[in-house]
Nanobody
Framework: QVQFVESGGGLVQPGGSLRLSCAAS????????IGWFRQSPGQEREGVAC????????YYADSVKGRFTISKDSAENTMYLQMDSLEPEDTAVYYC????????????????WGQGTQVTVSS
């Protein structure tokens, strides 16, 4: 059974940084496309950053380009989302996800999901 353990969310001031972690068990991330998604109250879940399983050029949503970085540590079987220069608009529940295909950074392309972690950007 695919399982994730997410961590790293919290409250941060505008301009600050956070790093989200998502440790996977029962499968190797090396054989999966990975992604980070977020959902704000009343909004649809959206793709923030994705990386296909061949580690080609990562995808970033326009709203986070230049500020967020997706990465993976194969030895730790963990994916990360480094978030810098955070803005109040980044406030949301963030979810990690994986899929054997994951051909695009959209919710419908990912079948396995973490439990979500709250990120709040506020002064």
């Amino acid at each position: 059974q695919v399982q994730f353990v997410e961590s790293g969310g919290g409250l941060v001031q505008p301009g600050g940084s956070l790093r989200l972690s998502c440790a996977a068990s029962e499968f190797s991330l090396d054989y999966f496309s990975i992604g980070w998604f977020r959902q704000s109250p009343g909004q649809e879940r959206e793709g923030v950053a994705c990386l296909t399983r061949d580690d080609s050029t990562p995808y970033y949503a326009d709203s986070v380009k230049g500020r967020f970085t997706i990465s993976k540590d194969s030895a730790e079987n963990t994916m990360y989302l480094q978030m810098d220069s955070l803005e109040p608009e980044d406030t949301a529940v963030y979810y990690c996800a994986a899929d054997p295909l994951g051909m695009a950074c959209g919710v419908k392309f990912f079948g396995f999901w973490g439990q979500g972690t709250q990120v709040t950007v506020s002064s």
